[in-house]
């Protein structure tokens, strides 16, 4: 692989992006409420052994003229499993399970706002909006096949296989399904606010878990 960067690579960091900005949003609120330091405390583990946030750093800058594809994949296994790690010891130490779906949902709301603003539209059509959720939801390099969509005229199944996100989650003490819920509400929440007439729900099974958009009758 070269070291050119192409649309793929600026949109596959723009998912690693969101999901870092939201691992610090959760430091900040945590922090906030209870106790800087002990926060930093709890985290500092996890920043040494996947690394530090990226920030806004441009791409061009991180790569540094290294190949893009291990880059990439190396960046979103670290950015999942340093969010897993963050979760997973913030909710062991405080439970606050209510401050950390706040934090899922206002980010999503937000996302959401700017997407629209962006395109200069009052809400997305299905199919709109489900590309806007695949530029914005972090999954894995594309070449590894873990997801795919069936479309219809009123419903889009998204299938993704159940290491898609797991293996991270897995790492961690957390419940996998404090991660499902976590997710089901920030894809909940964001596909509302793309157009309200769109539905989210997700179904689990053992291999595999669905992400379920449909207009509502």
Request: hydrophobic content about 40%.
């Amino acid at each position: 692989m070269s070291a050119f960067l192409g649309p793929i690579h600026m949109w596959l960091y723009n998912q690693i992006q969101i999901v870092e900005k939201r691992e610090a949003k959760i430091v900040k609120k945590f922090s906030e409420k209870y106790s800087e330091t002990e926060v930093e405390n709890i985290i500092f583990p996890y920043r040494h052994q996947y690394g530090e946030l990226k920030e806004d750093k441009p791409l061009a800058e991180l790569i540094a003229g290294n190949d893009i594809h291990p880059w990439l994949e190396s960046a979103i296994n670290s950015a999942q499993s340093r969010e897993a790690a963050v979760v997973a010891s913030l909710m062991d130490k405080y439970d606050d399970q209510k401050l950390l779906f706040d934090i899922y949902s206002t980010q999503a709301e937000q996302l959401a706002e700017k997407a629209k603003k962006r395109d200069d539209v009052e809400k997305f059509n299905l199919e709109d909006a489900f590309e806007i959720i695949n530029e914005h939801f972090v999954e894995r390099m594309p070449c590894d096949r873990l997801s795919g969509a069936i479309k219809e005229e009123t419903k889009i199944i998204w299938k993704h296989k159940s290491q898609l996100h797991q293996e991270f989650w897995k790492q961690t003490d957390v419940e996998l399904e404090l991660m499902h819920q976590l997710y089901a509400k920030w894809l909940s929440v964001f596909t509302k606010n793309l157009n309200d007439s769109i539905t989210h729900k997700r179904e689990i099974a053992d291999e595999y878990y669905n992400d379920i958009f449909f207009i509502e009758a």
